[in-house]
């Protein structure tokens, strides 16, 4: 008897036991695999706010937003599958997305940047004014007995970096699908180099360089323009740093190396968050002697190459006061260097810029600091300001807030818009070298824009939302967009880690802002649903101002 009600106790124990087990442990599990309303199984919360956390970094979560798109993030595009062995590209999958189908509206006269016939007829000129100073300078060469290698310029209207150029528009500098930007990317690759010479700024900057200056003027480093055989025109930055080198944490970030892997990089995750605001940028072995000391004119760049005494490689250095010693030289081995090319914007002369002072530029001295680092209500005062008062350019000063905490790039003082777009016109994220320099450290400092103005677009928070699903995740699909550079592995891998870590937290920061002013008041809405696609697979069309 006594032995029936133990073995009776024990089944109740394991029933009650079984029973908690079942309501507190599974149950919430296969909630979370419950099949949602799109097709498949639903990797999104519900539409309840809940927290979708990233395997890998449990201390943060990911914050949804209740009711802000029709749009599926989970859309896998035409004959995806929920088999993870069937996912294939992700980069592909990511680029089929309907976030990545919006329809531009109808480019008119005044949306396009330049006009075919103006731009040829502009290049034109030029290419005859080029082959004029080839000839005389050929002929004072050889008065000279000078060594230099002639190429015979080719000019072609149909150019990839013409295209490119004729792409330009108020909404971005290309198009999602434009051929023409793989085109040019592989011409820079591997197009002759027919010229190199100094960069206008360098060239603004001769005699002017003074090494009492914390400070480099113009973001000075060494950087050289070479022009190619169809008379493209490209920034080449040589390899400055190991990939595998961190900036070290007692460095200031105005006196960082600039990293050519760091603009490569800086394109291609430019174009996964489809801001395509950062011109072409492509990975290449340059030859020192044959595509830069034999096709310079300049004669100042001559006299900065040299020979390395111990390993016989050919070297050059910068042309200025405090890098001209030849332990700031970059070198090849003996004669190939890597480094990155990027595409040229058109001539200011045809299609004027502006160059306009971040208000969240940083104190570039040691000591200083400026209003938004003391201020926490700074932003306030911004939106009572001129330009940023109105329209879009608060809204793609924080966009480029994102991206530059995303490379981890402290550098951005200045911005660049096209005057011809005037105030909706999107601003220009050049010069990205100095991003990519810790992987170990997320400088919170840089989403200051995003933390103290606490608005969004609400086409910015989805894509990056997206780009937090395992489907497209951020790492993998940059990894994957890199590997079809030249110089592959661009970046190395901690680096790739800390794009999904860095996206985290924008995305907490941005939830922080919806707990306290709620999703009205900090998701702006900058695209409206389209009628013409079903309800379950709408995209979104863009309106007249964007980005």
């Not at 024990?10 to 097709?39: C, E, H, M, S």
């Not at 900065?304 to 200025?320: E, Q």
């Amino acid at each position: 008897m006594m032995m029936r009600r133990d073995r009776l106790l024990l089944a109740v124990t394991l029933t009650a036991i079984f029973t908690a087990d079942l309501y507190f442990v599974l149950l919430p599990k296969l909630r979370q695999r419950q099949p949602g309303p799109g097709n498949g199984a639903c990797l999104c919360p519900s539409s309840r706010g809940t927290n979708f956390t990233l395997a890998g970094y449990s201390g943060l979560t990911i914050p949804w937003f209740s009711n802000i798109t029709s749009i599926d993030l989970q859309g896998k595009g035409v004959g995806a599958t929920d088999d993870p062995t069937d996912w294939g590209s992700k980069l592909g999958r990511l680029f089929a997305h309907p976030l990545y189908n919006i329809q531009t509206p109808e480019l008119g006269l005044e949306e396009r940047l330049m006009q075919s016939e103006e731009l040829m007829e502009y290049y034109r000129r030029k290419v005859s004014r080029w082959e004029r100073h080839m000839k005389l300078y050929s002929e004072a060469a050889a008065a000279l007995n000078m060594t230099m290698l002639e190429h015979q310029v080719t000019f072609d209207p149909e150019a990839s970096w013409l295209k490119f150029h004729l792409g330009i528009n108020r909404y971005a500098l290309y198009a999602r699908d434009d051929p023409a930007i793989t085109r040019l990317l592989q011409d820079m690759q591997a197009t002759t180099v027919i010229s190199a010479d100094y960069t206008q700024d360098e060239k603004a900057l001769k005699g002017a360089c003074d090494c009492t200056q914390v400070v480099k003027p113009s973001g000075h480093h060494l950087k050289l323009a070479l022009k190619m055989q169809n008379f493209g025109k490209a920034m080449f930055k040589p390899m400055r740093q190991q990939r595998d080198q961190e900036t070290p944490g007692d460095v200031f970030y105005f006196v960082d190396f600039q990293r050519h892997n760091a603009e490569i990089a800086a394109f291609h995750l430019d174009r996964i968050l489809d801001f395509r605001r950062v011109p072409p940028v492509v990975g290449r072995l340059v030859n020192v002697t044959g595509e830069i000391l034999l096709t310079t004119h300049n004669e100042d760049l001559r006299s900065v190459f040299f020979t390395s005494p111990a390993a016989n490689n050919t070297c050059f250095f910068a042309k200025c006061l405090y890098v001209c010693k030849t332990e700031y030289a970059v070198c090849g081995s003996p004669d190939l260097l890597e480094g990155s090319m990027s595409a040229y914007l058109p001539g200011l002369s045809i299609a004027p810029r502006i160059s306009l002072p971040n208000p969240w530029k940083r104190s570039y001295t040691f000591t200083g600091r400026e209003e938004w680092e003391v201020n926490p209500f700074y932003c306030d005062t911004i939106k009572r300001l001129y330009p940023y008062n109105s329209g879009n350019r608060l809204l793609n000063i924080i966009d480029m807030a994102i991206f530059d905490f995303l490379i981890g790039n402290m550098d951005r003082h200045h911005y660049e818009i096209f005057t011809k777009f005037g105030d909706e016109g999107f601003l220009l994220h050049f010069d990205n070298a100095k991003g990519f320099g810790k992987h170990s450290h997320d400088e919170m400092s840089i989403l200051a824009p995003l933390s103290q103005c606490c608005i969004i677009k609400r086409s910015t928070l989805l894509r990056l939302q997206l780009l937090s699903q395992d489907h497209y995740r951020l790492s993998d699909v940059m990894r994957e967009s890199l590997g079809g550079d030249a110089l592959q592995p661009v970046l190395a891998e901690p680096h790739l880690q800390a794009l999904d870590r860095r996206l985290q937290r924008v995305l907490k920061t941005v939830h922080r802002c919806v707990r306290r002013l709620g999703e009205a008041q900090v998701i702006t809405t900058d695209f409206v649903d389209t009628s013409v696609m079903p309800e379950s697979v709408k995209p979104v069309a863009m309106p007249n101002k964007e980005k």
